[in-house]
């Protein structure tokens, strides 16, 4: 779960900023790179968030893991638009019987989808990686999410690395004793230890309703709290949309 800036260099710029400010911009650019009708943009927008990463020391095991799945999207996209979607042909062949035609507009269109993708993908990366979770979620609550929502998503950050452990402990035990020797054997023990889980999951949140009712907790969570902003940071901030801005314009 290296996906919040806790996992990584502490020293960077980016980490000293209020988790709002950086909040705001990152939806101002995404509005920005879904409504670019180009390439330039995105691809400005990933090259930024790539040195962003670089500055911050991600690890490129980590950055590569984050980018497989929207890239793996993205290419599948590009080829389904390439393939069914457009009326200049840049090539056609037959396949066992089976006509393949590539057109230039789908390969276009299809590109335009990707780079939105990806662009996208990069804003959220930098905002995760640069942002604890905790001042992540006081900056959703300063945004009027749901309290609900909040509440839920802290108690899920917080529960799902102690399933992940339940559920490294229930594998080895498992493996220990044969249980992936085959294809059978490995099914049935996979189902065993998804079932586990599930009983583990209801069990956690029994057990912290239990607890926080008896501490009397009444839906206030002070680490949800906000300072005031700092001028610098807002005059920075207004400065980058206004460079931003300008170069979606052109």
Same mark, same amino acid.
């Given at each position: ?45 990933? $090259? ?6 670089? /500055? +911050?020391?991600?690890?490129? /095991?980590?950055?590569?893991? /984050? ?31 089976? $006509?393949?035609?590539?057109? /230039? ?138 460079? +931003? ?6």
């Amino acid at each position: 779960m290296e996906i919040f800036s806790e996992y990584f260099k502490k020293d960077h710029l980016l980490l000293k900023v209020d988790a709002r400010v950086k909040l705001i911009v990152a939806i101002i650019v995404l509005i920005m790179v879904l409504s670019y009708k180009g390439f330039v943009f995105p691809l400005l927008v990933v $090259s930024l968030s790539l040195a962003l990463c670089i /500055r +911050m020391k991600i690890p490129l /095991r980590v950055f590569i893991l /984050r980018f497989s799945e929207p890239m793996f999207l993205a290419l599948v996209l590009v080829l389904i638009k390439f393939l069914f979607s457009g009326k200049d042909a840049i090539f056609s062949l037959n396949l066992l019987g089976i $006509s393949i035609t590539g057109y /230039r507009e789908g390969l276009v269109e299809g590109l335009l989808i990707a780079s939105r993708i990806i662009g996208a993908v990069s804003i959220v990366a930098v905002l995760g990686f640069s942002t604890p979770f905790t001042e992540f979620m006081a900056g959703l609550s300063w945004l009027r999410i749901p309290k609900g929502l909040i509440e839920i998503l802290m108690f899920a950050y917080r529960y799902i690395f102690v399933l992940l452990e339940d559920a490294v402990v229930i594998y080895n035990a498992q493996k220990n004793r044969l249980g992936y020797s085959n294809i059978r054997r490995g099914l049935s023990s996979f189902g065993i230890l998804t079932g586990s889980l599930t009983l583990k999951a209801f069990e956690h949140s029994q057990n912290a309703t239990v607890a926080m009712v008896q501490r009397g907790y009444d839906g206030n969570m002070p680490m949800l709290k906000h300072k005031p902003f700092k001028p610098s940071e807002i005059i920075i901030s207004l400065l980058f949309i206004i460079a +931003m801005g300008f170069v979606w314009k052109i």
